[in-house]
């Protein structure tokens, strides 16, 4: 069985920092890629970051760019999302997502997490 565990989530004040992770489990990922998707109370979820995990080739949202990094660590098989300069407009609940393809369309995603909740303040 596929699972997709995030943690890492928590409280933080703007300018601050957290870093998420996805445990992955149940398959092999080596041919996926793994991407960071969000959704903030009363918006539609949103990309903000994908990784290839074959070549390690990164892509993110311009929202996040320069202040978010995403990475692997294939012998824990786990992706982590470092956010730095974390602005209140960054609160969401962040889901860890898989699929053999690039999307920014989280419909087209075949496996996600339960997501874990990421609070900036003012």
């Known amino acids: 069985q596929v699972q997709l565990v995030e943690s890492g989530g928590g409280l933080v004040q703007a300018g601050g920092s957290l870093r998420l992770s996805c445990a992955a489990s149940g398959r092999t990922f080596s041919s996926y890629v793994m991407s960071w998707f969000r959704q903030a109370p009363g918006k539609e979820r949103e990309f903000v970051a994908a990784?290839?995990?074959?070549?390690?080739?990164?892509g993110y949202a311009d929202s996040v760019k320069g202040r978010f990094t995403i990475s692997k660590d294939s012998a824990k098989n786990t992706v982590y999302l470092q956010m730095n300069s974390l602005k209140p407009e960054d609160t969401a609940v962040y889901y860890c997502?898989?699929?053999?393809?690039?999307?920014?369309?989280?419909?087209?995603?075949?496996?996600w997490g339960q997501g874990t909740q990421v609070t900036v303040s003012s």
């Open positions: 990784i290839r995990w074959s070549i390690g080739r990164t």
């Open positions: 997502a898989a699929d053999p393809n690039y999307y920014s369309d989280p419909a087209r995603y075949q496996y």
